[in-house]
């Protein structure tokens, strides 16, 4: 996901607060879930236990099957709705699809999201400390894989006392969590929404996660991936932020929003290989400030998850994958995004339903590339509402 | 209900008929989902219906259906041959790109295939392009030509000899007078309003 720099400026002191506006869950705080147990992961390895770092919006009903589990994609972390203190500027990731009478909508259901195992923004994962050395595990950390992730996040559900999911929701590498635990718990989901998604990551894709890895570890303040806090490759990760962010937007956007206007001052003839053009400016902002809040180690893991996911070389075929799914799956695609495109996000709905299962696919036309999940779109608000709103058998009327 | 309602809850009930309870059924142009609903609800259906736009998508699975959203011959090639019970084309088949082929295809996912459209022979529809000399406009087709989704109008004539052609076996077929409610059996393509068809391989 992207770090937007345009934010809107503080209300004066007259206006409402930000957190307080109709359809904001308000103020949210962070919690821990500390799994004391050993837990081994899918490569075998094994950790003396996990922390995950969540927020929950909404309240557990009394028969604990109001749960819906946000997953977060690559970048993403817990915090996807709320504000932390009346002073942020910026809400939770996902702020304008969660909340009070939103689409996802914190009145009915109690809405979970927590950093994903191999994290870095609270969860256990490379950056945390190794009991048998006292230093960070760094490269020593188990390899993640979605599986893993989701298998944590259950644990978690547990922890929290639910029962079942109404339904569990992502983008992206959140979709793939969506689909593989509609998998892994079939009984204990009802509903998948898996959006901009793959059952198997391409090579493109791991191309271009490969070019990452490479800007990180070739980066010599990597040194195997052994680095103090607040150190280790920042350059190396910030051209791996600037060349994946080019993947979750669109040479329509791009060219929207900079075209080929030069920064203020910009040498008019150009000739110089400093920062000239709008966007260039735009790539090393987000550089930057992904260094600010994302560990290097972090991200090879979680990259590597991505590139290990494939579900039909896991189970299989597809069909062998999604046999024991019970949920009703809701996939949707947008038109311009050329790092999951609609393609491999309709491969998903053909083999749920080739499997027998109850699926859906929605296409929305957007020219803002893989991010278009993110995107404020009444059309998507409604779908997204009418799929968690299904629970009552319909009612017959004959409107076409 | 509105003439046009009431006509389309007929075409309804004449598919509930057809369709055998608990069938897998693919409804190809499924709109907003009402046939569907409706096969689910009175034939306990598990269905799936296609259609090209998101806010129709939308409205079926507001409605709890499954529906998917793209190209319908393209969709049905990711299925095997008989994955369905039936597979229905109701008053899509006039607005096709390759109607020989979207057919040939649904018979070879599906075991039976529903095809329902309105009779462009029926004499009501000859005598209003006599006397009018204008797009057919009716209760059924509101719209101006400038309004409408390009269509190929046809007739049951056409659509008996399509079936000849092809080598297609008809194993029921329904004809029904202007008012789409009693049966026309003779001269129907002079005398039906709507037809339809059960088709088999």
Redesign the interface.
Known sequence: MTDEIDTPPAPGPAATPRHLAPGEVGLVTPRDFVHPEPFRFSSGQTLPGFTLRYETYGTLGVTRDNAVLICHALSGDHHCAGHHTPEDRKPGWWNNLIGPGKAVDTNRFFVVCANVLGGCQGSTGPTSLDPATGRPYGVAFPFVTIHDMVHAQKLLLNHLGVASLHAVIGGSMGGMQALQFSISYPAFTRRVLAMATTSREGAQAIAFNEVGRQAIMQDRDWNNGDYPKGGGPRTGLAIARMMAHITYVSDASMDRKFGRRKKDGANGNGYTFGTQFEVEGYLRHQGQAFINRFDANSYLYITRALDHFDLAQAYGSLEAAFAAVQA?T?VVGFTSDWLFPPEQN?TI??AL??A?K????????TDLGHDSFLLESE?LY??V???L??SD??V????? | MSPQVEKRTVDMQIIGEWVEPGAKVLDLGCGRGALLDYLVQTKDVSAVGVDLSFSRITACVTRGLSAYQGDMHAFMREFPDRHFDRVICSRTVQELDDPTAVILEALRVGRAVTVGFVNHGFWKNRVDALLRGRKVRNEVYTTEWFESRPANPLTIADFENFCAVKGIRVARRVHLSGNWRTPRVVLPNLLAGYALYDLTK
Do not use: Q, V
């Open positions: 009703e809701l309709r709905a053909h339903l080739r027998g109850r699926a859906s696919y929605a296409e929305l036309t059309e409604n779908l509402r009418g799929f709103d299904r058998p319909p017959f009327d004959f409107s076409i």
